[in-house]
């Protein structure tokens, strides 16, 4: 399974950071996994923001559950990422992770810098 991240590397204060994960070498439908969306703030360490289901059942990080939505595109075989309502402190290293039967598989990661 392979994972790339796109989307805008800069997003200004308050607007709604969006992020796509497409997915390629296996179906974002199949069953047992968990598609993930991870960060990495600056000289900081991982932070888990949420995941969706291969059912399309979704989980958010009690943190940052009033602003994040995780939707996938099964015709694109696609999962996405927003983030509303941005701050500095939003600014991160974002990754795309696919999680099955204890296997794990990342995109390489987009910088996320929020700046006005």
């Known amino acids: 399974v392979q994972l790339q991240e796109s989307g805008p590397g800069l997003v200004k204060p308050s607007q709604t950071l969006s992020l796509t994960c497409t997915v390629s070498?296996?179906?974002?439908?199949?069953?047992?996994?968990?598609w993930t969306w991870i960060r990495q703030p600056p000289g900081k360490g991982l932070e888990w923001m949420g995941a969706?289901?291969?059912?399309?059942?979704?989980y958010y990080s009690p943190s940052h559950q009033s602003r994040t939505s995780i939707s996938r595109d099964t015709s694109n075989n696609q999962f996405t990422l927003q983030l509303s309502s941005v701050t500095p402190e939003d600014t991160a290293v974002y990754y795309c992770?696919?999680?099955?039967?204890?296997?794990?598989?990342w995109g390489k990661g987009t910088l996320v810098t929020v700046s006005s």
């Open positions: 992770n696919a999680g099955v039967l204890g296997m794990d598989y």
């Open positions: 070498g296996g179906s974002i439908t199949s069953n047992y996994y968990y």
């Open positions: 969706i289901k291969s059912s399309g059942y979704t």
